[in-house]
């Protein structure tokens, strides 16, 4: 719920992230963090069915033996070495514990999004080491909602993104390039799938017809779908009932509408525009999840999005995508 403020002799609405609610998270507080205190808020958050007790992640035993040179745990059973953040996507990490509590706590705190170039920066690393720490929090944000399906009512809509042409700089040499004999070949669709009060799922298509068996896949039947005129969500109407908006005309008719979707691409263009000037198709997937996290939790406080952030990079397992990625291309 919003928080109100009296402004004149009325009431006016402000924005949940102008409120104090907002504001439970500190980068001081994390910046001012000792090394010990960083490992056990990453052992409390990571094993916190046992009250911060290590769990062998091979075998599962909860019984272990401790070192007092090193921030290593022995299994008593299998005879495993582990630290705490081993089998997770920090698997094999460089930087100290508390460098990555502060750059969750950056990441978050941005409402379009952070660059990986401000990351490195911010925490005086390479480039490289912050686009694919900020990839691998992407990865774990988007596991969230990896099986998840929509219902009730839920809102289809999908756009455009990269495939840019410089346009060129005399009037009359200038094309459309909005028709696709103007473009790269490289412009991809994200469809989003979103269910009101509820989560949003978004994918990346070529085109954005392709995007109709997706949707009978993650939208659950009996559901309420609403959609443009776009020609190939006729073949939505086998499936759900299905209600349908002109945009030529208007964006809401009191029947239909997509502006809960239509929001979450307002989320993105920023973030495109004004965060990362530039996001190309391997990684629009990756944007686009983490976007549609921020959306869905957008309600949260900055505090409870760094512990979720947090719990999430420490239950997802090593990450396959981002794990040596810059060694791979070498």
């Not at 696709?180 to 017809?209: C, D, S, W, Y």
């Not at 921020?294 to 997802?316: I, K």
Request: hydrophobic content about 40%; glycine content about 6%.
């Amino acid at each position: 719920m919003r928080s109100t403020k009296i402004v004149g002799s009325g009431m006016a609405m402000q924005h949940f992230l102008l409120s104090s609610a907002a504001r439970s998270l500190s980068l001081a507080k994390v910046a001012r963090m000792s090394d010990e205190e960083a490992h056990n808020a990453f052992r409390l958050i990571r094993w916190a069915d046992t009250d911060g007790k290590p769990v062998c992640p091979r075998c599962s035993c909860a019984e272990t033996l401790t070192y007092k040179t090193r921030a290593l745990f022995k299994c008593k059973a299998c005879s495993h070495q582990f630290s705490v953040t081993s089998g997770t996507i920090f698997a094999s990490r460089k930087l100290p514990i508390r460098d990555y509590l502060l750059a969750i706590a950056i990441f978050v705190n941005g409402a379009k999004g952070h660059s990986a170039l401000q990351l490195s920066r911010d925490l005086d690393v390479q480039y490289k080491t912050a686009f694919v720490l900020a990839h691998k929090l992407r990865e774990a944000m988007a596991a969230e909602t990896k099986d998840a399906t929509v219902s009730g009512t839920v809102e289809v809509d999908g756009a455009y993104f990269g495939g840019h042409i410089r346009p060129a700089n005399n009037a009359e040499n200038r094309v459309d390039r909005r028709l696709a004999k103007h473009q790269t070949g490289k412009r991809r669709v994200v469809v989003i799938m979103r269910e009101r009060g509820g989560r949003t799922l978004p994918f990346v298509f070529k085109a954005e017809g392709q995007s109709v068996e997706t949707i009978a896949q993650r939208v659950a039947p009996g559901s309420v779908v609403h959609a443009d005129e776009a020609a190939h969500w006729d073949r939505l109407h086998s499936l759900y009932l299905t209600k349908r908006i002109n945009h030529q005309e208007s964006y809401s008719d009191g029947e239909a509408c997509t502006n809960g979707a239509e929001s979450f691409f307002s989320r993105i263009r920023r973030a495109e525009i004004g965060i990362h000037h530039h996001i190309s198709g391997p990684y629009l997937a990756a944007y686009s999840a983490e976007m549609a996290w921020r959306e869905d939790h957008r309600r949260v406080s900055n505090g409870e999005q760094y512990l979720m952030t947090v719990g999430a990079a420490l239950a997802h397992p090593v990450s396959r995508v981002w794990k040596g990625y810059w060694q791979r291309g070498a």
